[in-house]
């Protein structure tokens, strides 16, 4: 009986082991390579990437009207799961304004991945991922909030954001 356990054993691991080959090419499921993404690709430059840094600039510089200019008119923010339009998005160039805040932005990585079915639910095949740091100053105090953002491109225009980050830093310094 011990026997035929180690066998099964032993064959499951022969099995889990190997590569599966889909058409003559390694999955990419089983690569190492972080760039490998199953049915399509990931890149560190495109014109998505150029985008989705236009947008960043934009902010930092407090240019609204560039920051418009790359954003779908019917986008859809999910700024920490609450759901909004371009126009309520674009309060925080108001807010920094009217405060006095100046914003510097260090970005982390930002990345995008293509790929090759589209979205079941919207159609999207393109979507940008990035992580930057917003660092606020008003007068003598300085506040940092990290970003984590996904933003899903078509036809040249961010169709839909995904954000994460901690808001108390932004509501600290705009007291």
């Not at 009986?1 to 499951?12: D, E, S, T, Y």
């Not at 407090?62 to 200019?69: I, K, L, M, V």
């Not at 309520?88 to 805040?101: D, L, P, R, S, V």
Request: charged share 25%; proline share 2%.
């Amino acid at each position: 009986m011990k026997k035929i356990i180690l066998l099964f054993v032993l064959a499951g691991s022969i099995f889990a082991c190997s590569k599966k080959e889909d058409g003559g090419a390694a999955s990419a499921s089983t690569s190492t390579d972080p760039s490998a993404v199953l049915a399509g690709v990931v890149i560190d430059t495109s014109a998505n990437v150029g985008l989705v840094m236009k947008a960043i600039r934009a902010i930092e510089s407090g240019d609204s009207a560039a920051y418009r200019a790359t954003y779908a008119p019917d986008v859809v923010f999910h700024d920490n799961l609450d759901s909004m339009g371009l126009n309520e998005n674009m309060t925080m160039f108001k807010t920094m304004a009217e405060k006095g805040i100046k914003l510097k932005v260090e970005m982390g990585p930002v990345w995008e991945n293509q790929f090759d079915k589209p979205s079941k639910k919207k159609g999207y095949t393109n979507y940008v991922m990035s992580k930057s740091t917003f660092i606020f100053t008003r007068g003598e105090k300085q506040t940092k909030m990290v970003i984590f953002a996904v933003d899903a491109i078509k036809d040249g225009k961010q169709v839909e954001e995904w954000l994460h980050y901690d808001r108390s830093a932004f509501v600290e310094i705009s007291k």
